[in-house]
Structure formats: structure tokens, C-alpha cells
């Protein structure tokens, strides 16, 4: 790996609350559901609990991660650091479409993956949800030895390579895999069988794996190169036993798979790269913080993480003047911290130009980008609980009713009984005049003309024309309330959920008993927290569906 050149000494040494806190990440991203106490995070990070504490501090801070309780978890932010490989990187922008044209056509799920040293790391999924389907996520890794992409790359490795693999295939450390390790019994994921594999793909042109990741999973991986002709990814198609054998897939799927490879390696020829001109800070993002917290914030991890997010600014790597430039950092601090960033793996350099790794996708990516809806907005909900003391929801339109998929309910001897799953007509609900609101007009009159208004309470308006009439209002005034027209003595306030484009997606609520709050009492004390909560859950939405739509359930 390229190294970063200069005669100060001082300014090499590696930055260590950036190393430690990429373990930090790491580890988080390694636990199940992204959640560990503090207390286990030194223990599975092997460092002491003051340091853990204030990269934590740091991470909180920095958005990256939530204090959950007594634990820390991954927060959505944290996705920013993988999105920089995705962004400097044209694979997922140029090919995913073509991708998903050709799981449509097979009607089976298609990936594509690149090399990450002894690794094969996804970087587009186009998935087909079935009772049996595949679940692999966007910056999901498997062992090379183990899956079809993996003897495709290993087709062009070299000893040093193979060193590299025979070192964690020995200690069984490093990579985070999706899949277990395989065990000695299967020769396939012998150094013979791998060895053996790759040959084959160097001779034939593409790979299959009959059931070697899992049982009942049979995939096919063919090449696409560049206008080069050197490997940059690898084309699968995967699917279950129950609908294909290994060579029944290849007689499937293989030429339209060569078909679609080749039509990649024309798209990435004419794609023109990404080179905006990246926003100029007008001074280093960590010195108030640094000034409000004192020692428990690090800055030296700030600093280091916005250098690597700053390197998926431009397609193609950033010189070390142009980081220091976009970081508002000066030349030796940036260079530091690419060095380290470097040593980790996470960067490297080729003719004076930085980028990251596939790599950086290990630090949560993965676990983050699979998160539904309901998740991205439960710790959301809870905190605005906590704040009013009220239970609080989120729904989407399904069909003529709301559908909830998130709820916190409040601690009172009196409160509403709802639970995820629980459906209520549209029309008669603050979330469901919100979600009808965000409609475009012509979709609106029709999902009113279908809904078959009829009174619930004495309150219950049922008027098109007043119904109409109040929808208009909450789009425009961005909330809506209803008054015990769902139930008597319920009275509820809802504002909007909204997408990367500003579509409203879903609503999020506060119930309250009416006899508790009168309504103006509502609309002051609990509308602009209520309004808060929205726009949290909106911006979370925003970073997790960045690179792949958003899961509702």
C-alpha cells in the first residue's frame, strides 16, 4: 500500500484516539444489533474504560453513535463514513441500475461485490423478498473462500495475498463476516480448494458456489472490468435449491449475467466522474466542541473521521492539500490522520491522490443500512416520551387505514392500547390526515373517494368536503390534530416523516387523553418537541436511504 510521504518524523506517528476509536466502531458494528454496554466494549476492544468512556463521549457528540441507557449503539450518522467509499467509488451510482434490471428480468437476487484484501465486501444488493431469500446487506463481508465472487478474485491474487489469507484463515481475527468462518470438513474452503477454485474461474470465466456459504444457497459470480479490462467488481446471482441447482442457474442466468457484465464495463467507460467542488469550512468543525467538553472530547478523533469522510467528496481521491482544504485542517494534521487511516486499512493512495477503502464499510454501514423504519424511529420516540410524557407512534398509509410500525407507550395507569400492527381509518387519525395531506392532489380525492367516511365518535367529521378542507390546512400548516373523532376522550397531534425528497412517507404522533391537555395546551407544549422528533426521524431516514430504499417493516 502507497504511504504518505515527508521527512517529518513528529508528523507520523499514528494518531491513536483515531485508531482506538475506528476499534471502537468496529466492534459496535461486530455486536449484535450494533449495542454494547460501555463495560463490554473494553472488554471486547481490550481497552481500559476511560478511554472507552471518552471516545464515546466523542461519538455521541459527533452523532455517530446514541447513549441507549447504560449502553452505546451505532446511530445513523455513523453511516457517513462507509457512504464515503460509496460516494468516491462510481461502482454503486453507474451499476446498480443495471443490477436491478437484471433481477427483474431473472426475477432472482443480484449483487455486486468488490475485492477487500482476503475479503469479498457487497456494495449493491437487488434483492427479491421471498419466504427464502437471500439477507446479506450493502457492506456486508464474506470469507473469500467461501462464497462464488471470492475464487473470482482469488483468480488474480498473488502470493502476498495468499499470505494475507492463510494469517486470518490461521488466527481467525480481522474481518467482521456475515457468515461464519468455514470449518476443515468442506475441502472446497481448503487453501487446496480455493487454489483449485480459482483456476477453474481463470479457465472458464466465471464462479459458482453449491451451497458453500450456506446450505440450500447456490450463487453464480461472473467479472466486470473497466476499460482496462482489469477486475473492479464481481456480478452475481444467488439463489435457493428449492428453485435452481448450481448448474441449473448457470444455464438460467449466465448469459444474460456476460450480457449485463458487458453492458457495466461500457458504463463505467462513459461515465464522466463526480469532481464538485466540496464545501470549504471556515474553521476546523472540532474546536468548540473541544472548548465546551474540555479533555473528554478527542479531538484528534474528530478531526481524523472528517478526513475520512471528507475523501468521498470526489470520485477518484483527494491530494493531502485538498483534504486539508475541505477539513479546515492544516497540512500535518490531515497527513497524520491519513496515515493512520492508511495503517488501518481504511485509505490508500495512488499518485498523490487519497481514497477510501471498501473497508470503511465495516464501521456499521452494514448493520445501519438494514435498519427498518420502525427502528430508525423507536430511540427517537422514546426520547420524546421522556420529554411529554405522552406515548408517541409512528405510522404509513396501507391502503384506506394507517398501519403502525413504532410505538413508545408512556408510563400512565390510563393510556392508549395500541401496538405495532394496529390499523385505524386514515381519515379519523392526526397521522392519517398528515400521510393523506402528503399526497399529490389527484391521488388524495381518490384515496377520500374510496374511503367510505362514516362517524366513529359524535366528533367524527365525515363531510368531504370538511374533510378536504382540513387536509388542506395540515399541509399546509405541517401538523394536524384531531379531537376524540377516533375515540372519545382521545385526542392526538401528528406531524410528517419525509424522505431524501421531501415526500411525506409516514407520521409521527402523541396521544393523549383530552381531560389531561385541552388542545392549545397541546399545541404549545407538545407540538414543537413533537415537531423536533419529526425532523430527527426525517434526517435519520436521509442517511439510511441514501444508498438503497428505505425498509418499511
Known amino acids: 500500500m502507497p504511504q504518505i510521504s515527508t521527512t517529518d518524523a513528529a508528523d507520523e506517528a499514528p494518531a491513536g484516539p483515531l485508531e482506538r476509536g475506528l476499534t471502537v466502531l468496529r466492534t459496535l458494528a461486530a455486536a449484535p444489533g450494533g449495542q454494547l454496554s460501555a463495560s463490554e466494549l473494553a472488554r471486547a476492544t481490550g481497552l481500559a474504560r476511560s478511554p472507552v468512556d471518552r471516545i464515546a463521549t466523542t461519538l455521541v457528540h459527533l452523532g455517530?453513535?446514541?447513549?441507549?441507557?447504560?449502553?452505546?449503539?451505532?446511530?445513523?450518522?455513523?453511516?457517513?463514513?462507509?457512504?464515503?467509499?460509496?460516494?468516491?467509488?462510481?461502482?454503486?451510482?453507474?451499476?446498480?441500475?443495471?443490477?436491478?434490471?437484471?433481477?427483474?428480468?431473472?426475477?432472482?437476487?443480484?449483487?455486486?461485490?468488490?475485492?477487500?484484501?482476503?475479503?469479498?465486501?457487497?456494495?449493491?444488493?437487488a434483492t427479491r423478498r421471498r419466504t427464502l431469500s437471500v439477507s446479506f446487506r450493502t457492506g456486508d463481508a464474506l470469507p473469500a473462500e467461501s462464497c462464488a465472487p471470492g475464487?473470482?478474485?482469488?483468480?488474480?491474487?498473488?502470493?502476498?495475498?495468499?499470505?494475507?489469507?492463510?494469517?486470518?484463515?490461521?488466527?481467525?481475527?480481522?474481518?467482521?463476516?456475515?457468515?461464519?468462518?468455514?470449518?476443515?470438513?468442506?475441502?472446497?474452503?481448503?487453501?487446496?480448494?480455493?487454489?483449485r477454485r480459482a483456476a477453474l474461474t481463470r479457465e472458464r470465466g466465471w464462479s459458482v458456489d453449491d451451497q458453500l456459504v450456506e446450505p440450500g444457497l447456490v450463487a453464480l459470480a461472473v467479472p466486470v472490468a473497466d476499460a482496462t479490462g482489469r477486475t473492479v467488481c464481481a456480478l452475481s446471482v444467488v439463489s435457493h435449491t428449492s428453485r435452481h441447482s448450481a448448474d441449473s442457474l448457470r444455464g438460467f442466468a449466465l448469459d444474460r449475467m456476460r450480457h449485463t457484465a458487458r453492458a457495466m464495463t461500457a458504463a463505467l467507460a462513459a461515465h464522466t466522474p463526480r469532481s464538485p467542488a466540496p464545501d470549504v469550512p471556515d474553521r476546523d468543525a472540532s474546536r468548540d466542541p473541544k472548548e465546551e467538553l474540555g479533555p473528554a472530547y478527542l479531538q484528534s478523533l474528530a478531526r481524523g473521521l472528517s478526513v475520512l469522510a471528507?475523501?468521498?467528496?470526489?470520485?477518484?481521491?483527494?491530494?493531502?492539500?485538498?483534504?486539508?482544504?475541505?477539513?479546515?485542517?492544516?497540512?500535518?494534521?490531515?497527513?497524520?490522520?491519513?496515515?493512520?487511516?492508511?495503517?488501518?486499512?481504511?485509505?490508500?493512495?495512488?499518485?498523490?491522490?487519497?481514497?477510501?477503502?471498501?473497508?470503511?464499510?465495516?464501521?456499521?454501514?452494514?448493520?445501519?443500512?438494514?435498519?427498518?423504519?420502525?427502528?430508525?424511529?423507536?430511540?427517537?420516540?422514546?426520547?420524546?416520551?421522556?420529554?411529554?410524557?405522552?406515548?408517541?407512534?409512528?405510522?404509513v398509509l396501507d391502503g384506506d387505514d394507517i398501519r403502525y410500525v413504532a410505538r413508545v407507550a408512556a408510563g400512565r395507569i390510563m393510556s392508549v392500547n395500541i401496538t405495532v400492527g394496529t390499523r385505524f381509518p386514515a381519515y379519523a387519525t392526526?397521522?392519517?390526515?398528515?400521510?393523506?395531506?402528503?399526497?399529490?392532489?389527484?391521488?388524495?380525492?381518490?384515496?377520500?373517494?374510496?374511503?367510505?367516511?362514516?362517524?366513529?365518535?359524535?366528533?367524527?367529521?365525515?363531510?368531504?368536503?370538511?374533510?378536504?378542507?382540513?387536509?388542506?390546512?395540515?399541509?399546509?400548516?405541517?401538523?394536524?390534530?384531531?379531537?376524540?373523532?377516533?375515540?372519545?376522550?382521545l385526542r392526538s397531534l401528528a406531524v410528517p416523516v419525509r424522505d431524501r425528497n421531501g415526500s411525506v412517507i409516514a407520521a409521527v404522533n402523541v396521544s393523549l387523553h383530552a381531560g389531561r391537555t385541552s388542545a392549545d395546551a397541546a399545541r404549545t407544549g407538545i407540538l414543537p418537541a413533537l415537531r423536533e422528533c419529526g425532523a430527527r426521524i426525517t434526517g435519520d431516514v436521509a442517511l439510511v436511504s441514501d444508498r438503497q430504499p428505505l425498509r418499511i417493516d
Not at 329 to 342: D, G, I, N, P, V
Not at 360 to 371: C, H, K
Not at 442 to 465: F, I, N, Q, V, W
Request: aromatic letters at 4%; hydrophobic letters at 45%; zero cysteines.
Open 64 to 125: 455517530h453513535l446514541r447513549a441507549d441507557g447504560r449502553d452505546l449503539a451505532l446511530a445513523p450518522r455513523s453511516m457517513e463514513l462507509g457512504g464515503a467509499y460509496l460516494r468516491a467509488a462510481p461502482l454503486a451510482d453507474v451499476l446498480g441500475p443495471l443490477a436491478e434490471q437484471l433481477a427483474d428480468a431473472l426475477d432472482e437476487s443480484v449483487s455486486l461485490a468488490v475485492p477487500d484484501v482476503d475479503a469479498v465486501r457487497f456494495v449493491t444488493q
Open 151 to 195: 475464487a473470482l478474485f482469488a483468480a488474480d491474487w498473488g502470493p502476498e495475498q495468499y499470505t494475507v489469507w492463510r494469517e486470518r484463515r490461521d488466527d481467525g481475527g480481522g474481518t467482521a463476516f456475515a457468515v461464519p468462518l468455514p470449518g476443515g470438513t468442506d475441502v472446497r474452503a481448503t487453501e487446496a480448494g480455493l487454489v
Open 310 to 395: 471528507a475523501l468521498g467528496s470526489t470520485e477518484g481521491g483527494l491530494p493531502l492539500a485538498a483534504v486539508a482544504r475541505t477539513t479546515a485542517l492544516s497540512r500535518a494534521t490531515a497527513r497524520r490522520s491519513l496515515l493512520t487511516l492508511q495503517q488501518k486499512g481504511y485509505a490508500e493512495s495512488a499518485d498523490g491522490l487519497f481514497s477510501p477503502t471498501p473497508r470503511v464499510l465495516e464501521l456499521g454501514y452494514s448493520v445501519l443500512s438494514g435498519l427498518t423504519l420502525g427502528e430508525l424511529a423507536q430511540p427517537h420516540l422514546a426520547a420524546l416520551v421522556a420529554q411529554v410524557h405522552e406515548s408517541a407512534s409512528v405510522a
Open 430 to 489: 392526526s397521522m392519517g390526515r398528515v400521510l393523506l395531506a402528503g399526497l399529490p392532489p389527484t391521488e388524495r380525492a381518490a384515496r377520500l373517494g374510496s374511503a367510505g367516511l362514516r362517524p366513529l365518535t359524535p366528533h367524527t367529521l365525515t363531510g368531504a368536503d370538511a374533510v378536504r378542507a382540513v387536509l388542506d390546512t395540515t399541509e399546509e400548516s405541517g401538523y394536524a390534530m384531531v379531537d376524540q373523532e377516533l375515540e372519545e376522550g
